[in-house]
């Protein structure tokens, strides 16, 4: 319960701060980082992130693991339910010690944009393109336990993908790296 808050929280905070891979990241903390690749590309028809299509899922954050991906992240229960910016779905590691916990939120009307800049003054953030995708990582506090990654899915969509990790795999998984492979596999799938 207390990994799931963990996760709540971390979607809370880019929510609140936006009202209105698989590769690895090295976030810095406090400080803004330049775009991986040079682009204005803003989610519109022709651009990489409207290849992503969200119809895909259904409405349904769990539709966008397939059942292999979902058995490669451990010993999970999954989770569903709604938040005021849209449907999720958290696969919970079943031991605190042992098992990571991962949570993918689709979020149709949050632009990418908006999220982008009330998330650039968290603790921990960097940007990347994952793919060729728009993709930003953020933590509110230090990254050393969760971590949290949008995706830019066309003009007003994104879709979060965030992960806490269990304790006992800190010293081998950076929340940020996972978080940003988590966001690579949700491309990959979208892009079916």
Do not use: H
Not at 45 to 51: K, L
Not at 58 to 80: I, M, R
Not at 143 to 172: F, H, M, P, Q, W
């Amino acid at each position: 319960m207390k990994r799931t808050t963990l996760l709540a929280t971390l979607f809370a905070a880019t929510a609140l701060a936006g009202c209105t891979s698989i590769s690895g990241g090295n976030p810095t903390t406090g400080t803004t980082q330049p775009p991986a690749t040079e682009t204005s590309d803003t989610g519109s028809t022709g651009s990489p992130a409207a290849e992503l299509d969200l119809g895909k899922a259904n409405g349904n954050p769990c539709d966008l693991l397939t059942a292999a991906q979902v058995t490669a992240l451990g010993n999970v229960n999954v989770k569903t339910k709604t938040s005021s910016t849209g449907p999720v779905c958290t696969w919970e590691g079943k031991s605190l010690l042992d098992d990571s916990t991962y949570e993918v939120r689709i979020a149709a009307d949050q632009t990418f944009e908006n999220q982008l800049a009330n998330s650039r003054s968290a603790a921990v953030f960097s940007e990347k393109n994952i793919d060729g995708i728009r993709t930003f990582s953020r933590d509110s506090t230090d990254a050393s336990r969760s971590c949290l990654t949008i995706i830019e899915a066309g003009a007003k969509g994104t879709v979060s993908a965030a992960v806490d990790v269990a304790r006992n795999k800190l010293s081998t998984q950076k929340p940020c790296t996972e978080s940003e492979k988590l966001a690579a596999t949700v491309i990959g799938n979208l892009r079916g």
